[in-house]
């Protein structure tokens, strides 16, 4: 089986740009998060998506953030006006819901650096 | 709201030594699923294992073996025999129950298994 996809891998960009990642999730996986890792840190939830509904949202999502999920399949992850404070490693994972104890597998990541 | 704490930031021991990680947790609800997850210097998060709080069996695969005691919160990760392939950081993570699906991960413990 294909694993998470991530893409970019890397990114720098300049504060005040835009920029958007692209997921994509094994073949099949219903359900799609977004989580955010900073250095020394665990990651961080963002939100998630079951097909392409966005079920939920963190507190740490600022209204700067949007995630896609359009088809079900694929997501994007963008973030408007970079800040300093954005750059940090964006990792995707997904799993599919048939029992209560889905495990969700990760991608490799989007490391994000704003100058 | 879900905590997890691993308290040992960073561990070193000489190959082929045994060394466990700790994970105590937080939770609020009565069914919940434990993870550990490793994730080498490439970054990508590789997902070891998964717990269900009604299953209270230790668990082993081959050199890794997992402890979970309900009665102290506890979801202890040891590796028997390290080998330098094991030198990552390692995250324990846990999940609610259906509806609470977010993984709070937590700070992870940096493991150097020094040849």
């Known amino acids: 089986d294909t694993g998470v996809s991530q893409d970019p891998r890397h990114k720098i960009t300049k504060r005040g740009q835009n920029v958007t990642f692209r997921c994509d999730p094994i073949s099949e996986h219903n359900r799609l998060y977004w989580y955010r890792q900073t250095l020394g840190q665990g990651p961080e939830f963002l939100t998630y998506f079951q097909n392409e509904a966005q079920l939920e949202k963190s507190r740490l999502l600022s209204d700067r953030f949007s995630a896609e999920r359009p088809k079900g399949s694929f997501s994007t992850l963008e973030i408007q006006r970079t800040e300093q404070g954005d750059s940090a490693m964006y990792l995707c994972?997904?799993?599919?819901?048939?029992?209560?104890?889905?495990?969700?597998?990760f991608g490799p990541g989007t490391r994000l650096t704003v100058l | 709201a879900q905590k997890v704490t691993q308290a040992q930031t960073e561990i070193s021991v000489v190959e082929k030594e045994d060394v466990t990680l700790d994970c105590v947790y937080e939770t609020r609800d009565t069914t919940y699923y434990l993870f550990w997850y490793k994730q080498p210097p490439s970054g990508e998060l590789v997902f070891l294992i998964r717990r269900n709080s009604f299953d209270e069996q230790n668990e082993i695969s081959g050199r890794y073996s997992w402890n979970f005691q309900k009665s102290t919160s506890s979801f202890n990760f040891t590796i028997t025999a390290s080998q330098v392939v094991d030198s990552a950081v390692y995250f324990c993570?846990?999940?609610?129950?259906?509806?609470?699906?977010?993984?709070?991960f937590g700070t992870g413990t940096r493991l150097t298994i020094i040849p």
């Open positions: 994972a997904s799993s599919v819901s048939r029992t209560r104890a889905d495990t969700q597998y």
């Open positions: 993570a846990l999940r609610g129950n259906f509806g609470n699906e977010k993984l709070t």
